[in-house]
Structures are given as structure tokens and as C-alpha cells.
């Protein structure tokens, strides 16, 4: 099993507002794995939370490829841009 297999076996659902760090390395060199984070974010916050999908700053803002995807797979949910973070990501609140 591999280490992204035992993070999301083992991933825990949050029934308190929370923030996702999509910021690793990892992020850095994927946007598909900053997509793939972030659904996965979503779907373990409890309904009537929100999460912060904290997002790398190495693809730009992130209206231009996670926004798309929220707009396709979670459009009953609503979404804003929050802010920069002071280490150069992006800061995008997802309602639950």
C-alpha cells in the first residue's frame, strides 16, 4: 500500500470547519494532484462546515483550473476566494 493509499484509508471526516494544506511538494508539480486533494478535502467536511483549500502558488490563482472542476463535480456547494496566504498560495473557502 502506498503512502497516498494509507493517507486517504485512514483520512478522517471533519465535522468542524478546516483547512486543507495543498502546498507539499507534491502540489507543486501537479495540478491534477491539487484537484484530486481538494475533492477529496470536500468530501470528508461534515455538511454546514467549510473547508479552506489552501492551494500552491505554482499554478497561479486557481480560478483558472480548480474552480472548473468545483463548478463540474460539486455545484451544490458554494465556493470564494478568500485570500493570498502569506506563504504565496491561494486561499479558496468551500461551503459544505
Do not use: K
Given at each position: 500500500m502506498?503512502?497516498?493509499?494509507t493517507?486517504?484509508?485512514e483520512?478522517e471526516?471533519?465535522d468542524?470547519?478546516?483547512s486543507a494544506?495543498?502546498?507539499h511538494?507534491?502540489?507543486?508539480e501537479?495540478?491534477?494532484?491539487?484537484?484530486?486533494?481538494?475533492?477529496?478535502?470536500?468530501?470528508?467536511?461534515t455538511?454546514g462546515r467549510?473547508v479552506?483549500?489552501?492551494t500552491?502558488e505554482?499554478?497561479?490563482?486557481p480560478?483558472s483550473?480548480l474552480?472548473?472542476?468545483?463548478?463540474?463535480?460539486?455545484?451544490?456547494?458554494?465556493w470564494?476566494?478568500v485570500d493570498?496566504?502569506?506563504c504565496?498560495?491561494?486561499?479558496?473557502?468551500v461551503y459544505v
Amino acid at each position: 500500500m502506498s503512502s497516498d493509499d494509507t493517507r486517504n484509508t485512514e483520512a478522517e471526516q471533519h465535522d468542524t470547519s478546516w483547512s486543507a494544506n495543498l502546498e507539499h511538494p507534491e502540489h507543486a508539480e501537479s495540478r491534477e494532484r491539487i484537484v484530486s486533494d481538494a475533492i477529496d478535502a470536500i468530501e470528508r467536511t461534515t455538511t454546514g462546515r467549510h473547508v479552506n483549500l489552501v492551494t500552491h502558488e505554482a499554478h497561479g490563482h486557481p480560478s483558472s483550473y480548480l474552480y472548473p472542476v468545483l463548478e463540474d463535480e460539486c455545484e451544490s456547494l458554494d465556493w470564494e476566494f478568500v485570500d493570498r496566504c502569506g506563504c504565496g498560495g491561494y486561499v479558496t473557502r468551500v461551503y459544505v
